[in-house]
């Protein structure tokens, strides 16, 4: 059974940095692409970033760019994102997913970040 | 980057089909075939329901059905049941690398 399973939410001030971690289970992590998509609250799902297999290419919407990291560690089967200079409007329930070369097939828990001072 | 359109709402009675646009750009939807569905229950993570336009992952009715004509795709839920009832996305992969997302629908059966 596929399962990927996220820790790191909470809440951080306007300015601060917070970083997101999954790991996955119950599949080759290694070969697939990973991604990071948000839910801000009571809103549509926004993908923020994926990465490919070796964590060599990286793409990211362009409201996070030069404050969000997606990187890998095949050997940990982990995914994280390191967000830094945290704004409001980066409230939202992200959630790990597994894919983004051609759909986003398996979805983590979610983690809750708020952003609030 | 911006959002795939989707109408807000649409309903049907239980047994009726319905269908759901998501229209984009020639550099999205209209670019590839990389145009994804994913059904999302209140409280819950989304759950990949069609991918690659038209493709049905196992364990998914085959009630639901997706398709592609130029810039807008569609998702087709024949015979609606009441579990049915959830908020509807499509995704599309982009000319720049991105993937981007429809506003979202809400399903009322």
């Known amino acids: 059974e596929v399962q990927m399973v996220q820790s790191g939410g909470g809440l951080v001030q306007p300015g601060g940095s917070l970083r997101l971690s999954c790991v996955g289970s119950g599949f080759m992590f290694s070969k697939y692409y990973m991604s990071w998509v948000r839910q801000a609250p009571n809103k549509g799902l926004e993908w923020v970033a994926s990465t490919n297999q070796d964590g060599i290419e990286r793409n990211y919407v362009d409201s996070v760019k030069g404050r969000f990291t997606i990187s890998r560690d095949n050997a940990k089967n982990s995914v994280y994102l390191q967000m830094n200079n945290l704004r409001v409007e980066d409230t939202a329930v992200f959630y790990c997913?597994?894919?983004?070369?051609?759909?986003?097939?398996?979805w983590g828990q979610g983690a809750l970040v708020t952003v609030s001072s | 980057q911006s959002a795939l359109t989707q109408p807000p709402s649409v309903s049907g009675s239980p047994g009726q089909s319905v269908t759901i646009s998501c229209t984009g750009t020639?550099?999205?939807?209209?670019?590839?075939?990389?145009v994804s569905w994913y059904q999302q229950t209140p409280g819950t993570a989304p759950k990949l329901m069609i991918s690659e336009v038209s493709n049905r992952p196992s364990g998914v009715p085959d009630r639901f059905s997706g398709s592609k004509s130029g810039n807008t795709a569609s998702l087709t839920i024949s015979g609606i049941q009441a579990e049915d009832e959830a908020d509807y996305y499509c995704s599309s992969y982009t000319t720049t690398s991105t993937w981007v997302f429809g506003g979202g629908t809400r399903l009322t059966v």
């Open positions: 997913v597994t894919g983004g070369a051609l759909f986003m097939r398996f």
């Open positions: 020639s550099s999205d939807v209209g670019s590839y075939n990389r």
